[in-house]
């Protein structure tokens, strides 16, 4: 079939007067065709007007398509056992024609952004080489729209805890923070609603008010919106992990930013463009970091076990072993893990970044075999006695041994007894007791009175004193 132009070249020789055999031998078509295009007079195609075999079988191929979960490998044969003689290229042929199971395109849009305007952050899995064995990671990824600066670390897993922990590096990285940093719908960020209904988690709100910028979302499916993040993805992938080996997260990390640095001085084509030479231009328009940023941190509150540990994300961390059976507050920040007993006494750890079921024991908290009872049965009340009174210490050994009271309230007492009696007559009962072997405190306090009595009390005569005492 001839074009438009090859027709319109015809019905033009024709008006200067070419006779249809020149023509046919000019153009290289036969003398009929060029006879018809001439009584026609018209460079338009005709429409070709016949019906197609696949007409008859519209509406089977349309349910056919729908049932069949448009395979047309699979409509084409069930057309087949009905008994239509179509073949599979005319079947495919019919379905493009008539849009068959096939959805519109859109064109692609193009985004236009200002310096300081927008960061785009997303996450995506990755297969990491690390510690000698192929492993998958989360891999975040933060770009600045004008001058399409990268920074991206990776993650055993991504919650909001290393969320605030990678946007918080990033933006220190950049030196500066955007009008808005735009999410892909995560539900890290998102509390409810998708595009420009999204409302953000409370505190992910409150850490964007921090740094002084918002959260949103693109619109489902509009993928070209989150392209400046989607796109070094894959360039990631192809160059950066392709062929390299880790050693641990921290390894893997530094290298990360090592390449990030690479990268973004080197000269990009489709921008025609160096990123840090547009990052000049930008980093004035990015709005200035607070002048204190707090560390990102997650609390927990534990006990410490009867081993002497705590235990976070299956990873156990020592505590002092005086410590056992108290409560602790559990600080946990990207590299450290600080378990604190009040606001004088903690002790840190170097955080595990996966959990892997390990214990890890600090030397100064390791207690030597045979230990561990004497650090069990020190009490607080023996300090205070043996600071007060460090020549009774012999007695009140002895009086844990053979006291019949429970020992931390005979040491209560005891104590007691110190602070309010005239040490003099107390020491002198106490000296006096120990030589008798006596260890009931009811019996050492009378004691105590009976000396007294003289100084601080008017006895009646005729009642004498208590022969019982001795």
Known sequence: MLKRDERAAILELCRRGTSPRQIANALRISRTTVKKVIRSASSD???????????????????????????????????????????????????????????????????????????????????????????????????????????????????????????????????????????????????????????????????????????????????????RVEGPFWFIENNFLAGRSFSDFADLNAQAREWGDKVSRTYKKHMRAVPVELYATERPCLKPLPVWIPEVYRLHHRTVDVEGYVAVATNRYSAPADWIGHPVEVRETKDRITISLDHRRSTTHARIPEPEGRRVMAPEH??????????????????????????????VTALKQRGRKQITLALRQLLQMLREYPREALLSAISEAARYGLYDLDRVERMVLRRIAADYFLLDPAKGGDDHDR
């Open 45 to 227: 195609v005709p429409p070709i007007i016949r019906e197609e075999k696949a007409d008859t079988y519209r509406q089977e191929i349309v349910q056919l398509h729908t049932s069949c979960k448009g395979n047309l490998v699979r409509v084409h044969e069930e057309l087949q056992a009905l008994g239509a003689r179509l073949s599979y290229p005319a079947l495919t042929a019919y379905c493009r024609r008539h849009e068959i199971g096939t959805k519109v395109k859109a064109p692609a849009g193009q985004y236009h952004f200002q310096p300081g305007e927008e960061i785009q952050h997303d996450t995506s899995p990755h297969r990491v080489m690390l510690g000698g064995r192929l492993r998958k990671v989360e891999t975040a990824s933060a770009v600045l729209c004008y001058s399409r600066m990268l920074f991206f670390q990776c993650y055993p897993t991504f919650s909001r805890f290393e969320c605030k922990v990678f946007l918080t590096e990033a933006l220190q990285y950049f030196q500066g923070a955007t009008e808005r940093v735009m999410i892909d719908n995560t539900h890290v960020v998102v509390l409810r609603g998708t595009g420009a209904g999204m409302v953000p988690v409370p505190e992910m709100k409150a850490f964007a008010e921090r740094f002084d910028f918002v959260f949103c979302a693109h619109e489902k499916g509009d993928a070209n919106r989150s392209a």
């Open 366 to 395: 390791r207690v030597e075999r045979g230990r561990v009872r004497a650090l069990k049965q020190e009490h607080p009340e023996e300090k205070a006695i043996a600071q007060a009174a460090p020549e009774i210490s012999a007695y």
